[in-house]
């Protein structure tokens, strides 16, 4: 597949320092290489507030149509979110597409989607994110002949059937009520089989999926690309002690993603909000880790599951050419590709979370092999002796504190 000729537009309003903006544009770049397209140029203009018609100045548009002609440039995308008439102006005046971050990562979403209900969601964020821009793009969306951006439902004549595009966005949330409620009814028999749940977090391209993948010996997709998960994957985690989890790989977090996109995918990240524990994988050689740690924490506090335990897991140090402070306690500093490190790391969780349960002291008939299985693997035992003359396990371990054998 040839790859697109795109030109990058940004804003930089005053209250934005030169850092950020250069994180942020450093981010779209490489969105757009995941999106399969090639980066020729990225125009910065500063200004108080972006043209409320086309953007940016007239003056830095007429340098943006030269390199256009001169480059061959096939798609123009903006840092921001464009507005309908910003965006109709900027094709008309540019005679080139025009697409803004939020479709950009829109895109991947498409192209990243595996299952039912992921395809079903990013059609979802992308029908909602299009409604209000209808009479934007109309004219331009009827002759989309394909590329960056025009992947799901930008393809169809979008302008010509408002009713229909609403009449398909209540069909979508109908059938993705059925595919959470089937959601719903797997993580509540988890919960009645006394089963613990840890969640992978993390800004997109931490290693999450490195770090799923190793410790459970999986073949979740694991790419140096932004957003290569993107469907929720669950798999058993077995720890030193005998103890067993559910561990789930989420879909990666970023900053400034599209509205639509966070309201469509809330019932991914549902996982999230059923976990008992959580891994906040952060990418330590990132220069911008620091954002990114309070991007997810933000998120996290949104989806109210800023009161579960959490490691904060400082990723790629075998990468890492400089010494750094966590900023979030508890933290481990490791490698997910080092079998040494995910040792240490399962050892510290048991730590955590005996710290978080109760102690619990059981006496247990050695003709009872059942009990003794389900503790070894529901709880984090510290200590078993057996009673020869009465035949008895002694049991002593850690707990969830609304775990049944401290109700019987």
């Not at 507005?83 to 102006?89: D, K, L, P, V, Y």
Request: proline share 3%.
């Amino acid at each position: 597949m040839t790859k697109e000729n795109v030109l990058i537009i940004a804003i930089q309003k005053h209250f934005v320092a030169d850092e950020q903006i250069h994180y942020s544009l450093k981010e779209l770049v490489s969105l757009t290489n995941t999106a399969k397209g090639n980066v020729k140029h990225t125009i910065l203009q500063k200004r108080e507030h972006p043209h409320p018609a086309l953007y940016m100045g007239k003056g830095k548009l007429e340098e943006i149509q030269e390199l256009i002609e001169n480059d061959n440039i096939d798609l123009v995308i903006a840092n921001d979110e464009l507005t309908a008439t910003q965006m109709r102006n900027l094709q008309k005046y540019l005679e080139v597409r025009v697409i803004d971050r939020s479709q950009l990562i829109l895109d991947i979403f498409a192209q990243r989607a595996y299952t039912k209900e992921g395809k079903l969601q990013v059609e979802l964020a992308q029908y909602q994110y299009m409604l209000p821009r209808l009479h934007g793009q109309g004219q331009h969306l009827s002759r989309l002949g394909g590329g960056i951006g025009t992947r799901g439902p930008g393809e169809t004549k979008l302008e010509s059937d408002r009713r229909h595009i609403n009449r398909r966005i209540n069909e979508i949330k109908r059938q993705l009520e059925t595919v959470v409620n089937q959601r719903d009814q797997y993580r509540k028999r988890r919960k009645r089989n006394k089963v613990t749940q840890i969640a992978i977090v993390g800004y997109t391209n931490a290693g999450k999926s490195t770090l799923f993948n190793r410790l459970t010996q999986s073949d979740s997709l694991e790419e140096d690309q932004l957003f290569a998960t993107l469907d929720p994957m669950s798999r058993q985690l077995k720890f030193p002690s005998g103890f067993q989890a559910i561990i789930t790989d989420t879909v990666g977090f970023m900053q400034d993603l599209p509205t639509a996109l966070i309201a469509a995918f809330r019932s991914t990240l549902e996982e999230v909000k059923e976990a008992d524990f959580i891994y906040h994988v952060v990418d330590s050689t990132h220069p911008d880790k620091e954002q990114h740690q309070q991007t997810v924490l933000r998120l996290l506090s949104d989806l109210e599951v800023d009161h579960l335990p959490i490691l904060t897991i400082y990723n790629k140090n075998d990468k890492l050419r400089e010494n750094f402070i966590p900023f979030s306690q508890p933290s481990l500093k490791m490698s997910a590709l080092n079998q040494l490190d995910r040792l240490r790391l399962l050892k510290e969780t048991e730590k955590l979370l005996i710290n978080h349960w109760d102690f619990y002291k059981k006496i247990v008939q050695a003709s009872d092999g059942k009990l003794l299985q389900s503790l070894l693997q529901q709880t984090i035992i510290h200590e078993e002796t057996f009673d020869s003359e009465k035949e008895v396990y002694i049991v002593q371990g850690y707990a969830p504190n609304e775990h049944s054998l401290f109700y019987d």
